[in-house]
DNA sequence: AACGGCATCTTTTTT
DNA sequence: AGATGCCGTT
């Protein structure tokens, strides 16, 4: 008891204590929410005595679940099972492993990436975007409209095409027993829905349910979780609505700001204290998230006060920045501050160029963050590929992707004709080509390929039965037969792609090691859930999204591009709060120092443009005059400008008046104030 | 089947 | 700029 109080502050003890009824807990950056869901789980368990089993905690990401379970399983003594703690889809997984049957499907379903996904459209249609009705299926699917809904509720007739493409989507989806990541919540929602006696013993099971992060939930998982909570209502949430930064991908803020319309008689604890930043940088940052109209209204307040003051680092260009920072962030590594405790964050990916050049020449080590994953990387996809075509024959998808990698000269057009056949026969291509005599075969391709296919099809069967009976043999079986390594023989970047192949066999190895029980499909669903694979500490400093750094905390941050255009970045769909938002947790990153840049001019998409400073300097209460802005034009002391009447001048200081920029311009002799947009600059 | 040239698009990202 | 995708040529 003592163990689980001793180290919280009295908001997170009352928070521990509300074991009963709907619980919001509002907790800010940096305030140790982690800790307190932590305390929360062991409370129940070890002084109320609720069994771990009939507790229920869901995340977001394998990261936030891996760390909770971790520091979890070091509170909680004497539990003979471990609580369940996972993200949404992984719950949904298991989920559907017991109870997918009674949607008359078999529960050796593969899970599909999204990758996979607009493969799969692709082929459906080619004509409308993917990347679009990859995204109008998901949404469709996270409103729980059927193929027929949204064929009824299209207007357009692209709409209409769209709709379409989902029915034959999911026929596919049906037909080669997979499921989608929507699918993983979706079907797991329609379970529920549709079989009251399975969500009354469901909800009986799990007596006691937390969600992390929630206001990043969508519709569909407040729908689930509603379902979860039938026979009870022990709901804890915990989240901050100063933190929603993924509405653009369906999050839905009101779940967290209505969470006590939709969960009735809710307790609500605020979580203010911050034990993360010095109080300059949570001054700046209050004064940002202040400008908000939509919150739920709580302020952070530091315990570790006192710091330096907030920095602003004005350039004319990101060469100019990058030069800077790197200067910067030499002196910090210098006065010994380990590298680990620096990150430089930005809105978009694409300005972290300009940075790492800064960084190279300055001989600066650094670790990009994001970009291409491990699991998305093409040639670890092939080998994916490989194993589920071992493990369900009947994958088409699968094996169109790897039939002729390495190169068996097996084009299009040949397993085109075999497709074609097979679905005449009602079969699978696998199943064709293994049931067809070489004569069949030799009518629809040339001779040399009919042999090709038979070959293959036999090696695929002998390394199938080889994984019966030893998994771990399986993987240097595979490699020894298919000669996986020669796929990418002879192109620039072959070196890379043969150490990730052997990084992914030393994967599969310890997977094998530590479930030597556990079948390939088990691993092929494992493998699709899992997200990054854990950065790896080392002593050099972190370049990230500003959303990859949601979550994390570091001595010293640097926030580049704090532009009009890129933060706030602004375009169709963008919502000047989420910027907000976005720029709020940027700035909370940070423990000791923070500093926030901003260039007037800036190369991007191929051409270079003024920037005007973002907004965000003023909301936060950091004005700075030496570099004024307007009309997309950057203006500055000593800067050469015409005027229509005037002629040429030159700038000889720049002041604000109202809303606009004033501009002091020296014309030959003769010093005269006149407004910025009058002018243009040379 | 494979390659190369041209057009197009460009926020954030997890599962 | 750089990546991706499509189409026509070899």
Redo the contacts with the bound molecule.
């Keep these: 008891m003592e163990k689980i109080f001793n180290r919280l502050n009295e908001s997170q003890t009352n928070a521990v204590k509300q074991t009963e009824g709907p619980v919001l807990i509002l907790a800010g950056a940096g305030s140790g929410k982690t800790t307190t869901i932590i305390s929360r789980l062991a409370y129940l368990i070890e002084v109320i005595g609720i069994p771990a089993s009939n507790t229920l905690t869901l995340t977001?990401?394998?990261?936030a679940a891996k760390e909770m379970k971790e520091r979890s399983l070091a509170m909680i003594e004497n539990v003979a099972y471990p609580p369940l703690l996972c993200?949404f889809?992984?719950f949904g997984l298991l989920f559907l492993k017991f109870n997918i049957h009674l949607l008359n499907r078999k529960n050796n379903f593969v899970v599909i990436?999204?990758d996979d996904k607009k493969r799969i459209i692709k082929k459906i249609n080619?004509e409308l975007p993917t990347p679009l009705i990859a995204s109008e299926i998901s949404r469709y699917k996270n409103s729980l409209l059927t193929p027929d809904d949204a064929y009824k509720q299209a207007e357009l007739f692209n709409y209409k095409q769209i709709a379409e493409v989902y029915r034959e989507y999911e026929n596919y989806l049906n037909e080669n027993n997979l499921v989608d990541?929507d699918d993983l919540i979706a079907l797991t929602y329609k379970l529920l829905n549709d079989n009251p006696e399975l969500a009354k013993t469901t909800s009986q099971k799990y007596q006691y349910i937390m969600i992390d992060e929630y206001q990043d939930t969508n519709e569909l998982q407040l729908k689930l979780i509603q379902k979860l909570c039938t026979s009870h209502n022990n709901i804890c949430v915990v989240g901050d609505d100063d933190q929603s930064i993924y509405g653009?991908?369906g999050a839905h803020i009101r779940n967290i700001m209505e969470f006590d319309q939709d969960f009735l008689g809710a307790n609500v604890y605020k979580l203010e204290e911050n034990y993360r930043s010095r109080s300059p940088i949570l001054k700046v940052a209050n004064a940002l998230i202040e400008h908000n109209r939509s919150r739920l209204g709580k302020k952070l307040l530091s315990t570790r006060g006192g710091g330096d003051d907030v920095t602003t680092l004005n350039s004319n260009d990101e060469n100019e920045e990058a030069r800077k920072i790197a200067t910067k962030i030499g002196k910090l590594l210098e006065s010994g501050v380990r590298a680990k405790e620096i990150a430089v964050l930005y809105?978009?990916?694409?300005l972290s160029r300009s940075i790492e050049e800064g960084l190279n020449r300055a001989g600066i080590a650094y670790k990009l963050v994001?970009g291409l994953?491990f699991y998305d990387r093409a040639e670890i996809k092939d080998l994916i590929s490989y194993i589920r075509v071992i493990t369900n024959n009947h994958d088409d998808f699968s094996l169109k992707r790897i039939v002729?990698k390495p190169?068996r000269?097996?084009?299009?057009?040949?397993v085109d004709k075999i497709e074609l056949a097979a679905h005449a026969n009602e079969t699978s291509i696998y199943e064709y080509i293994k049931n067809s005599d070489i004569s069949t075969l030799e009518g629809l391709v040339k001779k040399k390929n009919s042999l090709t296919l038979k070959e293959f099809v036999k090696n695929i069967d002998m390394v199938a039965k080889a994984a019966l009976e030893s998994t771990y043999e399986f993987i240097d079986l595979l490699e020894d037969t298919f000669h996986l390594k020669d796929i990418y023989k002879g192109t620039q970047d072959e070196s890379d792609r043969i150490l990730n192949m052997d990084e992914f066999y030393g994967l599969f190895r310890d997977f094998i090691k530590k479930s030597p029980d556990s079948s390939l499909d088990e691993f092929l669903n494992e493998l699709t859930?899992q997200?990054?694979q854990d950065q790896v500490e080392g002593e050099s400093i972190y370049m990230?999204?500003i959303?990859?750094s949601k979550g994390l905390e570091f001595e010293h941050v640097f926030i580049i591009g704090l532009e009009e255009g890129f933060l706030p970045?602004i375009?169709?769909?963008?919502d000047l709060e989420e910027e907000r938002r976005l720029g709020y947790v940027s700035m909370t990153r940070a423990k000791e120092t923070l500093t926030l840049s901003h260039a007037a001019s800036r190369f991007y998409?191929?051409r270079r443009s003024d920037l005007q400073k973002s907004r965000f300097f003023n909301e936060a209460g950091l004005c700075d005059g030496s570099l004024i802005v307007e009309k997309n034009t950057a203006f500055k002391k000593g800067d050469l400008v015409r005027h229509k009447v005037f002629g040429t001048g030159r700038v000889a200081g720049v002041s604000r008046a109202g809303r606009e920029f004033k501009l002091n311009i020296n014309f030959a002799g003769t010093k005269r104030d006149i407004l910025a947009s009058f002018v243009e600059r040379l």
Excluded: C, I
């Design positions: 977001f990401t394998n990261k993200t889809h992984k990436d999204t080619s990541f653009w991908r809105r978009v990916n694409v994001g994953r002729n190169k000269g097996l084009g299009k057009a040949s859930l997200s990054e990230m999204s959303h990859a970045l375009g169709d769909g963008s998409k191929g």
